[in-house]
């Protein structure tokens, strides 16, 4: 019986023929400043049918997010239009719009409370109007009607935007909530519930992925999100409960953590994975529907905004001063303060692009256990700042800062007075190897000392 030689491999494209190859790029713009002062928020791109058109409410709530939680906020064509008349999951079929929301006295009742907190304050006091731009005429009646669009605080950075707790919006709300078990060990409670990754059914080469990530803890921690993890053992784990994690195969996990997609809800009760970039994801995993058992939705929403507010960053480079939500509070910010809240220090250190780290098979133990390879320093594609960390990346700078423990020749050297270190040789790796000659002297250096 004669051995078949099957076909080279071709990329799957099981999806490709329901998405648009030019999609359209929407705009969505604050109502209240000039086209010239650099009024657009964000760009999404239009991902949801082959005419490139985008699912109305992702980008209602996407917007919403960014203006500080405003639920009652809603789509128009101009500045002073009415909403647009498309149902909550309809498409949007334009390329334009701005995002309204009306003012503080305007809006109803029932809308304000929906971003009022039950456990922690809300997001934002939606009766206080903004802080007036030192030019306004702060002298005007309280009561008196207020001209043109409200000019609503937006949102510069996940770091300063507050979780709603208590509530969330619209098709979020629907998401059924199922409970595991706690125990508790994270990550064999993850492994054991989920066996293969959620997107792919991929048994090997799975990590363990955070919804809301292991860089965002003080975050995780101030907005009181352990509160939506599994009972009891949540006040153990923290971020890291397993109502937090899920499995994604390693190269998925990369892409997650890279901000490529996300996972949000675009019909009752059901969660899906929503692409931002890249083409050969999207043809792939765009808008399948994801298995979400045992997973808190409240992660989820405030994954989906993690991953959605960088994309504000052109709005803050504009060189304009901006009305920013700084700690829940409206302020007039500088040009060059909102360059600096665009692109804010990072705390991670990756490795350069120019230095090759070690070949995998070199590596310990340790950094490889649980599907951990520290695979982004391998890359050296690009370097990730501190809310891009993504889990591999934290076990790895967690196992620097523990360090290792030196060898009997380093340690000597160590303990070597600069006067008595010769220099490096180059070429040496930086590693120093100490002289028998200065090891002797030091001895007895440090016994006159004693003596």
Not at 20 to 47: K, M, T, W
Not at 276 to 285: A, G, K, Q, T, V
Request: net charge neutral.
């Amino acid at each position: 019986m004669a051995m078949r030689i099957r076909s080279p491999y071709r990329a799957a494209t099981t999806h490709s023929k329901e998405f648009a190859e030019d999609p359209h790029s929407v705009c969505f713009r604050h109502p209240a400043i000039p086209y010239a002062q650099g009024n657009l928020l964000i760009i999404l791109d239009g991902n949801d049918n082959a005419q490139g058109y985008l699912h109305h409410e992702t980008a209602r709530i996407a917007c919403a997010i960014i203006a500080g939680n405003q639920w009652d906020g809603y789509l128009a064509t101009s500045p002073t239009a009415a909403a647009i008349d498309v149902s909550p999951h309809g498409l949007l079929t334009g390329k334009e719009y701005y995002f309204i929301v009306p003012h503080p006295a305007e809006a109803p009742i029932e809308s304000l409370g929906q971003s009022v907190s039950l456990a922690v304050p809300c997001a934002i006091k939606l009766t206080l109007r903004p802080a007036p731009h030192p030019s306004e005429n702060t002298n005007s009646q309280p009561n008196a009607p207020q001209p043109g669009p409200y000019h609503y605080p937006v949102v510069p950075h996940f770091r300063e935007w507050l979780f709603p707790n208590g509530k969330l919006p619209g098709t979020w709300s629907t998401i059924v909530k199922r409970r595991s078990p706690g125990v508790a060990s994270t990550s064999d409670t993850t492994r054991s519930r989920d066996q293969c990754c959620r997107m792919t059914e991929a048994v090997e080469e799975t990590d363990i992925a955070h919804i809301v990530p292991l860089a965002e803890e003080a975050w995780f921690t101030r907005n009181y999100m352990i509160q939506y993890g599994n009972k009891h053992a949540s006040l153990r784990t923290g971020i890291n409960d397993d109502a937090n994690t899920m499995l994604l195969r390693a190269d998925l996990h990369r892409s997650f953590d890279k901000r490529r997609f996300t996972f949000l809800p675009k019909k009752q009760g059901a969660v899906v994975t929503h692409v931002l970039e890249s083409e050969s994801l999207r043809d792939i995993y765009h808008n399948v529907e994801l298995n979400t058992t045992s997973i808190a939705p409240e992660y989820f929403f405030a994954r989906f905004a993690w991953t959605l507010l960088p994309l504000v960053k052109n709005f803050l480079r504009h060189g304009q001063r901006r009305l920013l939500l700084i700690q829940g509070q409206p302020q007039w910010t500088s040009a060059a303060e909102c360059s600096d809240l665009a692109d804010p220090p990072s705390k991670t250190h990756s490795a350069s692009p120019t230095k090759k780290s070690r070949s995998p098979t070199k590596r310990s133990r340790a950094e490889m256990e649980d599907g951990q390879d520290c695979a982004s320093q391998d890359s050296g594609d690009e370097t990730l700042s501190d809310d891009a960390m993504d889990e591999s990346q934290y076990h790895c700078a967690k196992r620097a800062r523990r360090g290792r423990s030196p060898t009997p020749r380093q340690a000597t050297a160590a303990q070597l007075p600069p006067s008595h270190r010769p220099p490096t040789p180059p070429g040496s790796g930086g590693e120093f190897v100490p002289s028998p000659e200065s090891v002797a002297s030091t001895i007895v250096h440090h016994r006159a000392v004693m003596a």
